[in-house]
């Protein structure tokens, strides 16, 4: 059995998270810039087997579909023609940031670390795997 990927995509970077091998935890990996994701990708699946990928699906509170959601479906194209065999999921991100925030508060970071871009990237797309594992634990 190989890690699950969760990827918080974003316009300027994206945050990456990854269950252990065995599929129970989800841990933040790492933030990656947009434009970098394809090559961190190719190296971390060279290293690690990764059977799937959940990429964020980024729904307002009114339910519409963020702009950003173009740029996903680029993304996702692009992927699945550079890795075929690894399987795709969508997962709703709504309230990752303001979670990831949240948490990020309650963890005795200084203001500085709590308003850091990247960690909030990193913290959501954990969030985003977390909750993706518990949902098909249902």
Not at 84 to 109: L, N
Request: with cysteine; charged share 30%.
């Amino acid at each position: 059995m190989g890690q699950i990927l969760a990827i918080d995509y974003g316009k300027a970077r994206c945050g990456i998270a990854a269950t252990d091998d065995m599929q129970i935890i989800a841990s933040g990996l790492d933030t990656v810039e947009t434009k970098s994701l394809m090559e961190f990708l190719k190296k971390y699946f060279s290293e690690n087997k990764v059977d799937e990928v959940v990429v964020g699906l980024p729904i307002d509170l009114k339910g519409n579909i963020s702009e950003v959601e173009s740029d996903i479906l680029k993304f996702i194209d692009e992927f699945k023609k550079e890795f075929s065999d690894i399987a795709v999921h969508r997962f709703d991100e709504r309230f990752t940031s303001k979670m990831a925030s949240f948490f990020i508060s309650q963890s005795g970071k200084n203001k500085k670390k709590r308003q850091e871009k990247g960690l909030i990237d990193k913290v959501s797309a954990t969030i985003i795997l977390q909750n993706f594992l518990e949902q098909r634990l249902r």
